[in-house]
């Protein structure tokens, strides 16, 4: 394992719209595209093995041709692809093996084509550094059959062709101030409103629990939300619609940025608030349960910060709905706290919390697995 280092740094920019240039021309005729892809496929399959590359953002794909479709995801072959160029391996030693871990309906080749969710590890079978998927089953692993489930809000930004300017703004300034676009409808206050849609579409197809999509404080900001989810789904599921989303804005020709401040000033960033419970906080009295691990969470408040997103400190200052990160507080129905519990969840005596530190650009397997860690296996001591 000491071969296959993480050497991420060559390509870590590459998540940062700012320092890079964006494409030419690179719109294609549409209706002669459709012609080939009207053409039939026979009775093979296509699968897109789809992985995470060694910024820990970067997802990475590759598609092979299947004789037919699989029943299950374990009669899908092992593969492997170039880890020196996705910053995950040196260039003498350089195969990295993608081992499939769940399967999702394809909704941009339709039919029985599939795209295929991997792990990434050695050929020993082991997981490489990057892999957090691993380390997030060995945290769920602890502490079997308390039923977890993860409701995760995306927060993320579109950018024009240019990705230096959100999508819909005008290109000499900014628009009005915020106020009027959270939640909005209308040519004046919703920028982009087709990506959020054939978004929600892709994951309604593709079997991924979306739950809702609104629009965002900041003009050309959206969110999506998966969930509930069970366990490590939860993150799965995120990581696929992040995908679909990446495709999809491929397609319209936008830029998605998940930067957690994308815009500096007054404008709000960009959060990936994570709802958790167990079976026992939605049981009767389960309120009890819920401060407990919200309690616990406050123990661990530095080291769940640390690990909570890239650039984040730009965006908990403490304004625009956030709590600032050096400050641990939570409370009922407080936009302003690290941790919110639902106003619903204190009637009710029971339900869920949700940990509003974590940023768009968060690894869901880090925050899903540290949160279940921290809550359920930890004794708090
Ligand atoms: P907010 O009011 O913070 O904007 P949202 O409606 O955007 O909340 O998101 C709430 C998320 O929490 C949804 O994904 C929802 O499915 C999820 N959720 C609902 N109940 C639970 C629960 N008991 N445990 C975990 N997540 C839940
Ligand atoms: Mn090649
Ligand atoms: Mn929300
Ligand atoms: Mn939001
Ligand atoms: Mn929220």
């Given at each position: 394992s000491e071969k296959v280092e993480n050497v991420a740094s060559s390509v870590v920019d590459a998540n940062d719209l700012n320092v890079r240039k964006p494409p030419g021309d690179v719109k294609l005729d549409q209706g002669v595209m459709d012609r080939y892809m009207a053409l039939p496929q026979g009775t093979r399959v296509q699968a897109e093995y789809v992985w995470i590359g060694g910024t820990g953002l970067d997802l990475r794909c590759k598609t092979r041709t299947l004789e037919e479709k699989p029943g299950a995801v374990n009669d899908l072959p092992l593969w492997n692809y170039d880890g020196s160029s996705c910053g995950q391996a040196p260039g003498d030693d350089s195969e990295v093996m993608l081992r499939p871990v769940k399967i999702y309906p394809d909704p941009f080749r339709g039919g029985d084509n599939i795209i295929v969710l991997c792990e990434t590890c050695l050929p020993t079978g082991e997981p490489i550094p990057?892999?957090?998927?691993?380390?997030?089953?060995?945290?769920?692993?602890?502490?079997?059959g308390l039923e977890p489930w993860f409701g995760?809000?995306?927060e993320y930004t579109l950018f024009d062709k240019d990705m230096v300017t959100p999508f819909g703004w005008p290109k000499d300034g900014e628009p009005g101030p915020q106020g009027p676009y959270y939640c909005s409808v209308g040519f004046e206050n919703a920028y982009g409103r087709g990506v959020a849609e054939a978004h929600y579409r892709a994951c309604m197809y593709s079997n991924i629990p979306i739950s809702g999509i609104n629009g965002e404080?900041?003009?050309?900001?959206?969110?999506?939300?998966?969930?509930?989810?069970?366990?490590?789904?939860?993150?799965?599921?995120?990581?696929?619609?992040?995908?679909?989303?990446?495709r999809v804005a491929e397609d319209l020709q936008v830029a998605v940025s998940l930067d957690p401040k994308p815009i500096p000033g007054d404008w709000n960033g960009a959060g990936c608030h994570t709802n958790f419970s167990t079976e026992k906080m939605r049981q009767e009295g389960g309120f009890k349960e819920i401060v407990e691990a919200v309690e616990k969470l406050g123990k661990r408040h530095k080291?769940?910060?640390?690990a909570y997103?890239?650039?984040?400190?730009?965006?908990?200052?403490?304004?625009?709905?956030?709590?600032?990160m050096n400050t641990f507080k939570y409370g009922v129905a407080d936009r302003g706290a690290s941790i919110r519990i639902p106003r619903a969840a204190e009637a009710e005596q029971k339900g869920y919390f949700e940990d509003r530190r974590p940023s768009s650009n968060m690894d869901p397997y880090v925050v899903c697995g540290m949160i279940f860690d921290t809550t359920c296996v930890w004794d708090g001591k």
């Open positions: 990057s892999n957090t998927r691993a380390k997030a089953r060995a945290s769920f692993d602890a502490a079997p995760i809000e995306q404080v900041m003009p050309g900001q959206w969110e999506y939300q998966v969930g509930p989810a069970v366990g490590i789904n939860g993150a799965d599921d995120l990581v696929m619609s992040r995908f679909l989303l990446q080291q769940h910060i640390e997103g890239e650039g984040n400190e730009r965006r908990l200052t403490g304004l625009h709905e956030t709590a600032n």
